[in-house]
Structures are given as structure tokens and as C-alpha cells.
């Protein structure tokens, strides 16, 4: 969350699952106790599990410090920033890795990855730009990928299959009702869904990300904008933003973004994120959710909506190009831990291909090539193979130290296009791009 990829998210649903601090091992006797930040959530579980053979092999104690989605960035920023020392790793948000290397806040990895052994180029290449690299693109290492993520999209199979609805859909549109190939036929999906009866009960179209407080409608929108053409900056001249983030084809695709929220959405959904897909899709309001990854293997289990009923797919392609929003994060040693030595240990550690396929196994998401790249990822789990084509084509949002004030400028320009009907799509994004410009230019930037 960002991520993914992820400022203050709400999940409360999934951190349920954990309290903060959960998951403890007991240290030997002779030996060091680490700890370890993170977010309270199911791939949380899946880690406390898998850092048993850490510690069997080495000695060094695990304590695990998890903070639920909705406070997870304020938590561990401040801690960041007060030079805190209770966490020896933290795994941060794929935003955070721009403020945290020029702040001085984690260690840089390139002697310890040379001294290892330890290889980027055996890491899928978006997880290393994106949960690695400051400055982005160069060889400048601050974290190891280490829960991979993107944005993709359930769907009920089941009513997919019905044959009423099979025969109303080809009626309407002249085509097979299945698997969303473009976002035009996503919309088409999720009009056909909405206001329907199924099994006596009115459903809806789609759960998407509205949300206004954190990062939920920017994480949403992307998923569109990337694919009608938008850009963060002409590829050419960095930080030069007019014609890219506020081209013609941009504004297209947050004007469909907006006819999605508008034609086919559940009731009261202007504030959605995470959590609330998850309810929406748990509880059987809506056809299609977009989501994180990261949430899926949750959601195949699911004795109500998973198994034979849930279906798994990749962002739609739109007009111009086809990609999803990267989510996911890498893993750092705080340069203010007093134990940096036995947090370095965990990286190699974790690093080694056994535990990277184990890591799959358990519920976490590699990023490792070992890993996705063998001939039987594809069918190791039922959104293994989209997973796999997502992470092939994910953009991240700025990693600027920045991030914060670019994020907040986005969310307040979109969500006051889509959600509260203030202005045109092109007077959106002409203002977010006066918005970033200023950030930029009181960073001393040059465009």
C-alpha cells in the first residue's frame, strides 16, 4: 500500500487481526533481541511465522511492532523523524524511501549487498526502482523488496456464470459477459450489475477507491490516469509537468474515472478505501472491487464470497496504455538502531531463495525472480498468474521527500472532481499541477 503502497490508510478489518506489538518470539537466553515495524495485517501474520527459522537459525530474538493501517505512517514517521530507536527494520512505504535517504534514516545497502552477494537484478526490476532506489533509476540501495503489491480486481464469478445473467449481458451488449479486457468493458460490467436483483437481493456495480483523508482516491485514480497517458513529468525534463500530468488524454481518464463513481458504485461510497471494498465485495454488494493484492488470499478463503465464487483480474487496458498502481514495500535497517549488525543478518536472511518461496507460500509476496519466474508460479495460486502480469507493468506515485504535500494536493483536487462535483476534470489537474509546482519549487527544484 502503498501502498500498496500507503500514507494513513483505513483497514481496520484486517488490523483486527493483530494488536500492536503481537506477535512476539521469545529471545534465547545468550542472545540479541530485534525488532521489527510494520502494519497490522494478514501478511503481518504470515512474517511472524516465517522469521521462526530466523531465529532458530541464528539466535537473535524477533519482537514485532505492528501498527494498524490507520496509523501506521503517522506512527512510524515520527518515529523516523524523532531518531526513535524501537525499530531496527522497519518495513516502509515505497514513498517513504526518498525523505528517509536524504534524512539520513536508513542505512544505505550497497556495501552490505556487495559484501553478501546480494544481487538486485534477482528482484522483479519495478520492486527494485520502486522499494530500493533514491535517487530513483540509480544504483542506490536503501531497502531489499520485500512484500510486493499492486492495485487489481476481484469479481463474483458465480454470477458471472448464471445463465440469466449471461443472457441479459449478451442481449444488451452483443458479446459474452467475462473477464474485463479494456475499461470500457469494466463500465459495462459494472452498469449491467448495478441496481440488479440477484438471489432476491439488489447488488451493485463496482467498489472503488474514493477515499479523501489519506491516499485511497490518488491509489484509485492512478489506475486510470496511467492508462489514458498521463505522465508525472516529461520522461525528458524532470519535474516538468505541464502537458503530462494535465494532457488532454489525462483528463479524459479522470473524467471516466469520475463516470465510474458516479453510474456504479454502492450507496455511501465517497470515502472508500480498502476496508470498505473488502466489506463491500464480503458482504455481496457489488460485482467488481478494486483492490490490493495483498488482500486476495484472504479473500479466496473466504467461505461466503472465495473458493469457486471469486474471480481474479489485472487492471484493464485503456486507450493508451495499460498499467495499475504499484503497492508494496521494501525492508530497511533504521540507521538509528543500536543493533544494525543483527538487523543486517534478518536482510541476508531474508534475501536467500528457500526463504523467498516460503515467504510466497505463507501468504507474504515475493519480489524475487527465483521466485516469480518459475515455471509453476503462474499456478500457484488462483491470482498467481495476475499478480505476476501486474507487477510487469505497475507505476508508483513521487518518492520525493516531498511525497506527503504531493499527495495531498492530488487528493484534494481529485476527490473534489469525482466525489463533490467542484470544477472540470481539466481545472483539476491544470490546479494539481500549480499545486506540485509550488512543492517543487520551494524544494529548490528546477523545471
Given at each position: 500500500?502503498?501502498?500498496?503502497?500507503?500514507?494513513?490508510?483505513?483497514?481496520?478489518?484486517?488490523?483486527?487481526?493483530?494488536?500492536?506489538?503481537?506477535?512476539?518470539?521469545?529471545?534465547?537466553?545468550?542472545?540479541?533481541?530485534?525488532?521489527?515495524?510494520?502494519?497490522?495485517?494478514?501478511?503481518?501474520?504470515?512474517?511472524?511465522?516465517?522469521?521462526?527459522?530466523?531465529?532458530?537459525?541464528?539466535?537473535?530474538?524477533?519482537?514485532?511492532?505492528?501498527?494498524?493501517?490507520?496509523?501506521?505512517?503517522?506512527?512510524?514517521?515520527?518515529?523516523?523523524?524523532?531518531?526513535?530507536?524501537?525499530?531496527?527494520?522497519?518495513?516502509?512505504?515505497?514513498?517513504?524511501?526518498?525523505?528517509?535517504?536524504?534524512?539520513?534514516?536508513?542505512?544505505?545497502?550497497?556495501?552490505?549487498?556487495?559484501?553478501?552477494?546480494?544481487?538486485?537484478?534477482?528482484?522483479?526490476?519495478?520492486?527494485?526502482?520502486?522499494?530500493s532506489e533514491w535517487p530513483k533509476n540509480t544504483p542506490n540501495y536503501w531497502a531489499l523488496p520485500a512484500m510486493g503489491?499492486?492495485?487489481?480486481?476481484?469479481?463474483?464469478?458465480?454470477?458471472?456464470?448464471r445463465p440469466d445473467v449471461q443472457k441479459d449481458f449478451k442481449a444488451k451488449y452483443g458479446r459474452e459477459i467475462g473477464?474485463?479486457?479494456?475499461?470500457?468493458?469494466?463500465?459495462?460490467?459494472?452498469?449491467?450489475?448495478?441496481?440488479?436483483?440477484?438471489?432476491?437481493?439488489?447488488?451493485?456495480?463496482?467498489?472503488?477507491?474514493?477515499?479523501?483523508?489519506?491516499?485511497?482516491?490518488?491509489?484509485?485514480?492512478?489506475?486510470?490516469?496511467?492508462?489514458?497517458?498521463?505522465?508525472?513529468?516529461?520522461?525528458?525534463?524532470?519535474?516538468?509537468?505541464?502537458?503530462?500530468?494535465?494532457?488532454?488524454?489525462?483528463?479524459?481518464?479522470?473524467?471516466?474515472?469520475?463516470?465510474?463513481?458516479?453510474?456504479?458504485?454502492?450507496?455511501?461510497?465517497?470515502?472508500?478505501?480498502?476496508?470498505?471494498?473488502?466489506?463491500?465485495?464480503?458482504?455481496?454488494?457489488?460485482?467488481?472491487?478494486?483492490?490490493?493484492?495483498?488482500?486476495?488470499?484472504?479473500?479466496?478463503?473466504?467461505?461466503?464470497?472465495?473458493?469457486?465464487?471469486?474471480?481474479?483480474?489485472?487492471?484493464?487496458?485503456?486507450?493508451?496504455?495499460?498499467?495499475?498502481?504499484?503497492?508494496?514495500?521494501?525492508?530497511?535497517?533504521?540507521?538509528?538502531?543500536?543493533?544494525?549488525?543483527?538487523?543486517?543478518?534478518?536482510?541476508?536472511?531474508?534475501?536467500?531463495?528457500?526463504?523467498?518461496?516460503?515467504?510466497?507460500?505463507?501468504?507474504?509476496?515475493?519480489?524475487?525472480?527465483?521466485?516469480?519466474?518459475?515455471?509453476?508460479?503462474?499456478?500457484?495460486?488462483?491470482?498467481?498468474?495476475?499478480?505476476?502480469?501486474?507487477?510487469?507493468?505497475?507505476?508508483?506515485?513521487?518518492?520525493?521527500?516531498?511525497?506527503?504535500?504531493?499527495l495531498q494536493a492530488e487528493q484534494k483536487r481529485v476527490h473534489d472532481y469525482v466525489v463533490a462535483d467542484k470544477g472540470?476534470?481539466?481545472?483539476?489537474?491544470?490546479?494539481?499541477?500549480?499545486?506540485?509546482?509550488?512543492?517543487?519549487?520551494?524544494?529548490?527544484?528546477?523545471?
Amino acid at each position: 500500500m502503498k501502498r500498496t503502497k500507503t500514507l494513513v490508510v483505513a483497514c481496520a478489518a484486517v488490523a483486527a487481526a493483530l494488536s500492536v506489538g503481537a506477535g512476539t518470539t521469545p529471545a534465547h537466553a545468550q542472545g540479541k533481541t530485534i525488532t521489527l515495524c510494520w502494519a497490522a495485517w494478514d501478511p503481518a501474520n504470515a512474517l511472524v511465522e516465517l522469521s521462526k527459522d530466523f531465529t532458530a537459525k541464528s539466535g537473535i530474538g524477533m519482537k514485532f511492532e505492528f501498527v494498524p493501517w490507520t496509523n501506521y505512517a503517522d506512527r512510524f514517521l515520527n518515529e523516523l523523524n524523532s531518531h526513535g530507536s524501537l525499530c531496527d527494520l522497519i518495513i516502509g512505504d515505497s514513498q517513504w524511501i526518498g525523505g528517509a535517504a536524504e534524512n539520513g534514516q536508513y542505512v544505505k545497502l550497497n556495501d552490505f549487498f556487495k559484501k553478501e552477494g546480494i544481487s538486485m537484478d534477482d528482484y522483479m526490476p519495478a520492486t527494485v526502482v520502486g522499494y530500493s532506489e533514491w535517487p530513483k533509476n540509480t544504483p542506490n540501495y536503501w531497502a531489499l523488496p520485500a512484500m510486493g503489491d499492486a492495485v487489481g480486481w476481484t469479481y463474483r464469478k458465480d454470477w458471472f456464470a448464471r445463465p440469466d445473467v449471461q443472457k441479459d449481458f449478451k442481449a444488451k451488449y452483443g458479446r459474452e459477459i467475462g473477464v474485463p479486457k479494456t475499461l470500457a468493458e469494466l463500465k459495462d460490467i459494472a452498469q449491467f450489475f448495478q441496481g440488479r436483483e440477484i438471489d432476491g437481493k439488489k447488488v451493485y456495480g463496482a467498489s472503488i477507491y474514493t477515499e479523501r483523508g489519506s491516499e485511497g482516491i490518488t491509489m484509485g485514480v492512478s489506475n486510470y490516469l496511467y492508462d489514458y497517458g498521463f505522465k508525472y513529468d516529461d520522461p525528458k525534463k524532470p519535474y516538468a509537468m505541464d502537458g503530462f500530468v494535465n494532457s488532454a488524454n489525462a483528463v479524459k481518464g479522470l473524467e471516466a474515472y469520475k463516470e465510474l463513481y458516479k453510474c456504479c458504485t454502492p450507496p455511501g461510497a465517497s470515502n472508500s478505501y480498502m476496508s470498505e471494498g473488502l466489506d463491500a465485495f464480503k458482504s455481496g454488494q457489488v460485482a467488481l472491487q478494486m483492490n490490493f493484492f495483498a488482500f486476495f488470499p484472504g479473500l479466496y478463503k473466504d467461505p461466503n464470497v472465495g473458493g469457486d465464487k471469486i474471480g481474479f483480474f489485472v487492471n484493464p487496458a485503456g486507450p493508451a496504455a495499460q498499467a495499475t498502481q504499484l503497492g508494496g514495500q521494501g525492508i530497511s535497517v533504521v540507521s538509528y538502531s543500536k543493533n544494525q549488525a543483527e538487523a543486517l543478518q534478518y536482510i541476508k536472511w531474508f534475501s536467500g531463495g528457500d526463504v523467498q518461496k516460503k515467504w510466497w507460500a505463507l501468504g507474504g509476496y515475493s519480489c524475487a525472480k527465483s521466485v516469480l519466474n518459475d515455471p509453476s508460479f503462474p499456478g500457484s495460486a488462483p491470482f498467481a498468474k495476475e499478480f505476476l502480469q501486474s507487477m510487469g507493468m505497475v507505476v508508483d506515485f513521487w518518492a520525493e521527500p516531498s511525497y506527503a504535500q504531493l499527495l495531498q494536493a492530488e487528493q484534494k483536487r481529485v476527490h473534489d472532481y469525482v466525489v463533490a462535483d467542484k470544477g472540470t476534470a481539466q481545472e483539476a489537474l491544470d490546479g494539481l499541477v500549480k499545486d506540485w509546482k509550488a512543492i517543487f519549487k520551494e524544494e529548490g527544484k528546477k523545471f
